[in-house]
Nanobody, 124 residues
Framework: QVQLVESGGGLVQAGGSLRLSCAASGFTFSNYAMGWFRQAPGKEREFVAYINWSGGPTSYADSVKGRFTISRDNAKSTMYLQMNSLKPEDTAVYYC?????????????????WGQGTQVIVSS
């Protein structure tokens, strides 16, 4: 059974930091590129960051570039998102997902597996 379980969300003041984790099971994690998406209240889900299967090439949305860092540990089947200099507009539910390998890595429907999400609230 495929599972992606996010953790690490919470309430933080603007300018603070959080580290999200995504623990994978039920599939060969090291074979999959991975991504983070987020959905704010009343808004569509949006791409946040991408990392390839080996942890090499990464990509970020312009809105988080320079503040967020995506990484992975294939030995632990876990992906991370280090979020620094958080802003109120970063408030959202954050989802991790496994990329299906075809299509665009910034396009949600091209991802095969999804977690349930973890809430991040940034207060001003």
């Amino acid at each position: 059974q495929v599972q992606l379980v996010e953790s690490g969300g919470g309430l933080v003041q603007a300018g603070g930091s959080l580290r999200l984790s995504c623990a994978a099971s039920g599939f060969t994690f090291s074979n999959y590129a991975m991504g983070w998406f987020r959905q704010a209240p009343g808004k569509e889900r949006e791409f946040v960051a991408y990392i390839n299967w080996s942890g090499g090439p990464t990509s970020y949305a312009d809105s988080v570039k320079g503040r967020f860092t995506i990484s992975r540990d294939n030995a632990k089947s876990t992906m991370y998102l280090q979020m620094n200099s958080l802003k109120p507009e970063d408030t959202a539910v954050y989802y991790c997902a496994a990329y299906g390998g075809s299509g665009s890595y910034y396009y949600g429907p091209d991802y095969s597996y999804w977690g349930q999400g973890t809430q991040v609230i940034v207060s001003s």
